[in-house]
């Protein structure tokens, strides 16, 4: 199984660009180390913050730029420091991706450019409380999006989604995960 682990820098560099973002939706990429067995910590984000209330579209050159610049400071070692995917935020909705989210990942990983396995997509917003909730997914050339584990590298507390509809979609299988030794987002 696949597990994303946020490192403790992109918690709080989460945190701060999601309160900065009040109710507009924000995203970028995200870059990755990969730690083998399906593990991949998440060392660094870039961030857009032109969305609107209820939408966010990836569309800034600079993420490829922070893609290369990520590369450079890694020693171009691609396959453990790369690209992983995309995230953004549902400041007013559930932390899960909505159809459009699903639709543009898996258009993202069939793009015949594309070398990944996979991509991943991490939904994320603060909750009522101040707390960070998300949810990851896997998306797979040709096959249906995967939920897949999310948790912090550190001590930092992150939720599931909160809402009732976020609960159904996912929570039976956080619980699950929960019981492991990370600390479970989703």
Request: hydrophobic share 35%; charged share 25%; aromatic share 8%.
């Amino acid at each position: 199984m696949i597990e994303i682990i946020v490192s403790d820098q992109c918690v709080a560099k989460l945190r701060r660009e999601l309160a900065r973002a009040g109710s507009d939706e924000i995203g970028g990429v995200l870059a990755a180390e990969n730690l083998g067995d399906g593990h991949f910590l998440v060392l660094d984000l870039s961030v857009q913050r032109d969305g609107s209330f209820a939408s966010f579209t990836r569309s800034s050159p600079r993420h490829g730029l922070f893609v290369r610049r990520f590369q450079e400071r890694s020693g171009r070692d691609y396959e453990r420091y790369n690209y992983l995917g995309e995230w953004h935020s549902h400041p007013s909705f559930p932390a899960m991706p909505s159809l459009p989210d699903l639709r543009q990942m898996q258009r993202l990983v069939e793009e015949p450019s594309q070398r990944a396995m996979f991509l991943a997509l991490l939904v994320m917003k603060l909750g009522r409380s101040g707390s960070l909730e998300g949810s990851a997914h896997a998306f797979r050339r040709g096959l249906a999006p995967l939920r897949v584990g999310l948790s912090t590298e550190g001590p930092r507390e992150l939720r599931p989604p909160s809402s009732e509809w976020g609960r159904a979609l996912g929570a039976s299988a956080w619980k699950r995960e929960a019981r492991g030794k990370t600390r479970k987002i989703a």
